[in-house]
DNA sequence: TTAACTGGAAAA
DNA sequence: TTTCCAGTTAAC
């Protein structure tokens, strides 16, 4: 105050676009909306569209940012200026502004949470740096790149001025290398390019394959490791055009490169990819709706295909980029299955590991030959219930959802809708038995060691991951996801995992079992060269199948048909709604459901422990042209609880990674 | 942080 | 019924 007035009267607004719209850094659904600010000339200059700032928010200071200027503001009552502006640094683009708020409404969130996905903290000093010039002219990729893929060719053609769209099966190889040759070809045309990849292990991958092709200064890794400054002065160098592609985790998504020509997901079956922070976004869902505004291509690259990559071909916004006919014999290693009745190794040290016949003889040989690796799975596997007949897993006859049993006596208990099926009939077979699949693989693989004496075993999983082993021979035991890669490739690998994969209660039990068996056999030496795989796993299941005969492509057709019939993701979209039971009834309560919506639920969900309080779970499904207004009316039911500030919290999904 | 609103109590 | 005041609410 001076002289009794206040302050703020004594300011005076800027003489052209004097209002700041700005979205505050508020995550309450009720107030997802921009809010308008006056600007006063001396901030005007650095108070563009882009830029953060504080401003006073029902009397807090609260971080904002710059949505757009404008001449005057729709809002009745007086406007507050700006606090603060901080720095002159624009950290979200237009069309990062506009990506995020589409994203917002496909999955019920709010802006404020999706631009905290997309922008990273800021760090001052970083921004200090004076600004560098882009990098050097790029050139295309060598002739013959990607000739292992029917039309590979044509891809990098259209990418420099197209927006190619495929879903990319990968043979074993060199897939960061294949994937950096796409992006050399995008860069070469003077567009960006954006690769995200799971973990930190594939990023040092792609980045040295970019390395080695761009060479230095044309590209970034962003990690969620790299510390607030690194990371924000690699975010700088993207949004200030110092680079023109990046490589990163699922964040990266996010990363504002200028005139994007060409964004690549690699792995998109790899649960890293699902974001979990609200409102739980998919990075290839995101890397999607991005290509789309920006007329961009886009690669979905895998070794295996998702269900939703192939609804995407299916409906014909992508199309397959597949192997050439001669190529698959020539990069594929020869993959067999052992299935459990199969007889057991005639070795003691064999038999006490329950290793098939087949598999000790495979590896055995092998191991004169080179390293071998052994899958075996994580920890924590939950056995769900499957056929006690043909081992296919067990769905609910009302709704399709995974089954297990409550208790050791009690009948099977649907996880999804709660009914009981207290008669049940196999869908594949036919039977009418169905039983808990017991996980004792685990100490199966400690017990390999045994079963070969006198080679060196090495491990790699959990806290200790090895990036790559030599060509001695060595039994390399490894979780999924963690396999080192062999120098030229392992002479064999044995896939253990088979039944702990398959029996998981999670509808993708059969997709992800396949995308690891992938991911281990794509690391083996071809066929021509001695390669071999045995997976422990009856030959007769569809994922094994697919994997023998290398067709990940018809997997995912199958599995999206099953899809189809179960209404679920892709093709439907579905919203599970999580929390204590009467805010979930009112969440519920409030909700306009669109035609041909199904609810499903409640059903309790397992407590941490037993004073931990009680939470459940509704799912709605809705045929996929509803999925707007699903989403719509769930953001308007949570808008309505944060308004009038409702107790408890309830968690809104929107096509959720795992139904657990 | 603060203006606007709410509801209860005192004054008339 | 009007006025005053303390506590609450919205949020530019």
Not at 347 to 359: F, M, Q
Not at 425 to 445: D, H, L, P, W
Request: net charge positive.
């Amino acid at each position: 105050m001076v002289g009794g007035v206040p302050k703020a009267r004594l300011r005076e607004a800027a003489a052209s676009l004097p209002v700041a719209r700005v979205v505050v850094d508020v995550s309450l659904p009720h107030l997802d909306r921009p809010f308008d600010y006056l600007v006063t000339e001396a901030q005007s200059a650095s108070a563009v569209p882009g830029v953060r700032v504080r401003v006073r928010f029902a009397g807090q200071l609260v971080d904002a940012i710059v949505l757009e200027r404008t001449e005057r503001s729709d809002h009745g009552g007086r406007l507050s200026f700006l606090e603060r502006v901080l720095g002159a640094e624009p950290v979200l683009s237009a069309d990062v502004a506009a990506l995020a708020r589409e994203v917002a409404d496909r999955w019920a969130g709010t802006l404020a949470d999706v631009v905290r996905l997309a922008v990273p903290p800021r760090h001052a000093a970083a921004e200090k740096r004076a600004v560098r010039l882009p990098g050097a002219p790029v050139d295309p990729p060598v002739p013959g790149a990607l000739s292992r893929y029917a039309g590979g060719a044509a891809f990098l053609d259209e990418v420099r001025s197209a927006a190619p769209r495929r879903s990319w099966m990968m043979l074993p190889g060199d897939w960061a290398g294949e994937i950096a040759a796409a992006v050399q070809a995008t860069l070469a045309a003077e567009r960006g390019a954006l690769v995200v990849v799971p973990d930190a292990r594939d990023v040092r991958r792609v980045d040295d394959a970019l390395d080695r092709l761009l060479g230095p200064g044309q590209h970034v890794a962003l990690t969620a490791d790299l510390g607030r400054a690194e990371r924000y002065r690699r975010f700088l160098a993207v949004s200030r055009g110092e680079v023109r592609a990046v490589v990163g985790t699922r964040a990266a998504v996010w990363a504002p490169v200028r005139r994007l020509g060409l964004a690549v997901i690699w792995d998109d079956g790899d649960d890293l990819h699902a974001e979990p922070r609200a409102p739980y976004p998919h990075a290839r869902e995101v890397a999607a709706l991005r290509a789309h505004r920006a007329g961009a291509g886009l690669l979905i690259a895998g070794y295996a295909v998702t269900a939703e990559a192939a609804e995407l071909c299916e409906n014909g916004w992508m199309t397959r980029l597949e192997p050439a006919v001669q190529a698959r014999p020539r990069a594929v290693p020869a993959i067999r299955a052992a299935g459990n009745d199969e007889e057991l190794a005639d070795d003691p040290a064999a038999r006490v590991a329950r290793l098939p016949s087949l598999a000790w003889r495979t590896a055995r040989d092998a191991l004169r030959h080179g390293p071998v690796l052994v899958q075996v799975p994580r920890r924590g596997y939950q056995p769900g219930l499957a056929c006690a007949h043909c081992r296919a897993t067990a769905h609910c006859p009302t709704c399709g959802g995974p089954l297990a049993r409550p208790a050791l006596d009690h009948a099977p208990v649907c996880r999804w809708c709660g009914v009981t099926a207290a008669v049940w009939r196999c869908t594949v077979c036919g039977g009418s038995e169905c039983r808990a699949v017991v996980v004792g693989v685990r100490r199966t693989a400690e017990e390999l060691g045994r079963a070969f004496p006198s080679v060196p075993v090495r491990t790699s999983g959990g806290g200790a991951v090895i990036d790559a082993v030599s060509d001695h021979p060595t039994l390399v035991i490894a979780t999924p996801g963690a396999e080192p890669s062999a120098e030229t490739g392992y002479a064999a690998a044995i896939l253990l995992d088979g039944w702990a994969l398959l029996a998981r209660p999670d509808l993708r039990a059969g997709e992800e079992a396949l995308r690891r068996w992938l991911g281990a056999a794509a690391l083996v030496r071809p066929s021509e060269e001695g390669g071999r795989v045995v997976v422990v796993a009856p030959g007769e299941l569809r994922p094994v199948q697919a994997l023998v005969r290398w067709r990940p492509g018809w997997h995912a057709d199958r599995e999206l048909d099953d899809r189809r019939t179960l209404h679920l993701p892709p093709v439907a979209r579905l919203a599970a709604v999580t929390g204590p039971p009467s805010a979930v009834a009112e969440v519920m309560g409030a909700l306009e459901l669109p035609r041909g919506a199904e609810v499903l639920g409640p059903v309790p969900l397992p407590r941490a422990s037993a004073t931990s309080p009680e939470v459940e779970r509704m799912l709605i499904r809705v045929p996929r042209r509803e999925g707007a207004a699903l989403a719509a009316t769930l953001k308007a039911a949570q808008a309505g609880r944060s308004a009038r500030k409702a107790l408890g919290v309830v968690k809104v999904e929107i096509d959720p990674a795992v139904i657990g």
